[in-house]
């Protein structure tokens, strides 16, 4: 008998690259070099504090139209927030 999977191992497995995760990431630097809570962030994307606090620790994937709503209110393009950070070179 096949097991049935469950709507987070798809997930997990969509997200192989870690897209979900980079994007939570990136939204919760902007939002620090901002100097906003995670609250101001809510209220400015129209969203709950709550919801903010999972897609920043990368458990809550974003429809593309709060992708959108979250980057405005960071002052941030989405392809910025989607960026997988650079390696940095070592001087030495």
């Known amino acids: 008998m096949a097991r049935r999977e469950t709507s987070r191992s798809r997930a997990g497995r969509l997200d192989r690259d870690g897209i979900v995760a980079t994007f939570g990431a990136n939204l919760r630097a902007a939002r620090v070099k901002m100097n906003m809570s995670q609250t101001d962030l809510a209220q400015a994307a129209g ?36 960026a997988r950070p650079r390696a940095r070179m070592r001087k030495g």
């Open 47 to 82: 969203l709950l504090q709550q919801y903010v606090s999972l897609v920043e620790s990368g458990k809550q994937n974003v429809t593309l139209i709060t992708a959108v709503a979250l980057a405005n209110a960071v002052n941030r393009d989405v392809t910025t927030l989607l």
